[in-house]
């Protein structure tokens, strides 16, 4: 299969906003389940809601467009009733570490054969820009404008903590390293986690002082400090500065997955 | 086909049923009065090439087992009423993708945590109401373990008929109660319509149902909440698409209620007449054991949707008396239906009806005159 | 073969401009099919993929076709007689 053939070209072009990060990762997701050869019909997308999850109608295989937050419960049935299809999960900040997040630590926690893709752009984009659990401290959205006032969540490190047997971060800048790690995700048996900050120049940038798509990818750029950097400037006693965010691999690990056939 | 006969209660019974019915997937979640059913299915299904999985909770469950259905399986929950409150979302979202699963729900005392171990009928309306926006959708009511093993069988027919969640209301009562059963192997299966090559995935046939797109058999078909088209594609800005996707939803059972009636027609030219569904059917049957030859009775099996012609076959009828277990909610579909005077009798908190307690209702309906009367107790 | 930019998708978010590790593009001027200001190709003959796609059998670098949102961008073959052609050099 080529890669254009993984679009469900009849629904492009997308309703994406103009530069938003979105359309940036379901081109590194298609392009990783291409390297990979998958077939097109052992191949399930499953979203929730929000924006990150109208990715899933724009793949040309099975889709499941689910509700809110609910992507994982509904990807664990699919899975353990045909445990040989390769599920991957398009969620969201939003969708994924808040209504979803019980759906989010019990699937770590099960360490079913998923791959997972949360798409945390900070902000609850398709319903106008609200505060998500992962809206950094002191951003302005429309339901905190004076500031959040609430710590965000660190999703990698609750992915860790819940058991998930490989968690990675990157951004929407990092493309690369970014199809490569979903390619990973979807060779390490067990629930993968990748975490993929991205931009949403309508609803956070605009409130937030970066109206243009290059502005927060600029942003992106500045802030990413990846893992082996931090690693080093942690044994040298130096800790993050604020604003910055550690991206990489965090975790990969082979605890007992669910939902793979055992080899008889 | 083989039989054996056993001596099980109701919930054993229906987990029995189910896997008889060919269900190979249940995703649960432990609530009094329904956990020997999740209990039995996790301790069957692996042995026959099933799954069983507990969820975090009942919004998971049906979210799993919607997936599972997706994925070709015949699946089912089982919970009772604070659960099914919470399994409302992920019903409207199996209405609307017209998936089907089937959800056994073991009626206790409401509202909220209730009383958990005594019965009730509280729930009939909300299961074909509870979720958001208008729908339809098939309930089956056992009054005996026997039909606890039965009307499951025959739920997952109806599911898979008209691709809807189909209900299986029972209560504590008839769910813990033990009687004999007879299991048979060998029940009639009949298996969703599969998807024909060159068919829109949402597309009606002459029933009204599209046929099933199952995951991984190369349909590669788009499935949404959102209003949808006959491709399956997403369409909100549209008023035709919407209006026609809901009644067509509605109208694919509404349209056949008659034509899947399961009832019993006991006495039809009896003037006094007793509706009953679940347990207070086996009241009735007791009474009219007792009093031979007075009363009718009208049995639901299957409540939902509600078969209003079988009223017409009580032509002499002067009053229809309505146990329930509840405060009147099924009298409330008959009064639609029937300008014949009701006498409802609700009762709360666990007991059965008493054939004294019916008899108190048969001398209040021998003189009624309102449209709606109510005995207490 | 040459780069496209499909100017029925794209929204003139400018990040190919700004990821092109080889400086490709320029901001444009002129709006596209959409209305949007779309980005124009200021040096088309450093685009390592239109150079040596041919000659490695293999898409190379690929950068703002991954990153672009709109899914806007791709490369085809040159027609026989175009004004502007991109060779390799040996």
């Not at chain 2, 997706?70 to 998936?99: D, H, K, Q, V």
């Not at chain 2, 009832?263 to 003037?271: F, K, L, W």
């Amino acid at each position: 299969m080529n890669l254009e053939d993984w679009y469900r070209q009849d629904r492009l072009p997308h309703i994406y906003c103009p530069g938003c990060g979105n359309g940036t990762v379901l081109n590194c997701t298609l392009r990783a389940v291409q390297e990979l050869g998958f077939k097109q019909e052992e191949t399930t997308f499953i979203s929730g809601i929000g924006c990150s999850s109208r990715a899933s109608g724009y793949t040309s295989s099975d889709s499941l467009h689910t509700t809110h937050g609910r992507a994982l419960a509904f990807a664990t049935g699919v899975k353990l009733v045909k445990p040989h299809q390769h599920v991957l999960v398009f969620t969201g900040d939003g969708d994924c570490s808040a209504i979803g997040g019980n759906h989010f630590i019990h699937a770590c926690r099960r360490n079913i054969d998923l791959t997972v893709v949360c798409i945390n752009n900070s902000i609850y984009g398709m319903t106008g820009g609200q505060g998500s659990p992962c809206t950094p401290y002191g951003a302005i959205t429309t339901t905190t404008p004076y500031g959040m006032h609430e710590q965000p969540f660190d999703l990698c490190k609750l992915a860790d903590a819940a058991g998930a047997n490989y968690v990675a971060r990157w951004t929407s800048f990092h493309v690369k390293e970014l199809t490569e790690a979903i390619r990973v995700g979807f060779e390490v048996q067990g629930l993968s986690f990748i975490e993929v900050m991205t931009q949403c120049p309508t609803s956070f940038g605009s409130k937030n002082k970066m109206r243009l798509a290059t502005q927060m990818i600029d942003m992106f750029r500045e802030n990413a400090v990846l893992k082996v950097k931090a690693d080093r400037d942690a044994a040298a006693g130096k800790s993050l500065e604020p604003g910055k965010f550690i991206v990489g691999e965090f975790v990969r690990r082979h605890n007992p997955p669910l939902g793979v056939e055992e080899s008889k | 086909m083989t039989t054996k006969t056993d001596f099980l209660n109701g919930n054993v019974a229906c987990a029995e049923g189910a896997i008889a019915a060919g269900c190979r997937f249940f995703a649960g979640y432990p609530i009094t009065p329904s956990t020997e059913i999740a209990e039995r299915m996790a301790a069957r299904l692996p042995k026959i090439g099933g799954t069983f999985v507990q969820m975090e909770d009942e919004l998971g469950s049906v979210a799993a087992i919607i997936g599972g259905s997706w994925a070709g399986a015949r699946t089912m929950t089982a919970t009772s009423g604070p659960g099914f409150s919470l399994m409302m979302e992920n019903i409207g979202y199996a209405a609307m993708t017209e998936t089907p699963i089937v959800i056994v729900n073991v009626q206790r005392g409401g509202p909220s945590t209730g009383q958990p171990t005594k019965a009730a009928q509280g729930d009939m309306l909300q299961c074909r109401y509870g979720s958001h926006g208008d729908y339809s959708i098939i309930a089956l009511s056992p009054s005996s373990v026997q039909e606890m093993f039965d009307l499951t069988v025959k739920a997952f027919n109806l599911a898979d008929r008209f691709r809807t969640p189909v209900f299986l209301m029972t209560d504590e009562t008839i769910g813990h109660m033990r009687e004999k059963v007879n299991l048979h192997s060998d029940v009639e299966i009949i298996p969703r319509r599969e998807l024909k090559e060159g068919e829109l995935p949402c597309a009606p046939d002459e029933n009204g149902v599209p046929g099933f797109a199952t995951f991984g058999n190369g349909h590669n078909i788009h499935i949404t909440g959102l209003t949808h088209g006959e491709n399956g594609y997403p369409s909100t800005d549209s008023a035709e698409v919407h209006e026609h996707l809901v009644r067509r939803q509605v109208r694919k059972i509404e349209d056949f209620r008659n034509e899947i009636t399961d009832v019993d027609v006991i006495n039809p030219d009896a003037e006094l007449v007793f509706i009953s569904y679940g347990a207070p059917t086996r009241t009735v049957r007791q009474l009219m054991a007792d009093v031979p030859d007075i009363y009718g009775h009208l049995n639901l099996r299957i409540v939902w949707p509600f078969p209003d012609e079988s009223l017409l076959a009580f032509r002499n009828a002067k009053a229809f008396i309505i146990p329930e277990m509840n405060l009147g909610q099924i009298a409330k579909e008959v009064r639609q239906y029937t300008n014949v005077p009701i006498v409802i009798v609700p009762k709360l908190g666990g007991a059965l009806h008493t054939p004294e307690e019916l008899k108190k209702a048969v001398e209040v309906a021998k003189t009624v005159t309102k449209p709606v009367t109510e005995v207490c107790l | 073969m040459k780069l496209v930019i499909n100017d029925h998708r794209c929204k003139g978010c400018n990040m190919c401009t700004m990821v092109c590790p080889y400086d490709i593009f320029q901001e444009g001027t002129r709006p596209g099919a959409r209305g949007y200001i779309i980005p124009v190709l200021d040096h088309p003959e450093r685009c390592t993929n239109c150079r040596l796609q041919k000659f490695y059998g293999r898409q190379l670098c690929g950068m703002c076709q991954t990153i672009c949102p709109d899914q806007a961008i791709s490369w085809v073959d040159e027609k026989p007689f175009e004004p502007h052609k991109v060779v390799i050099e040996y």
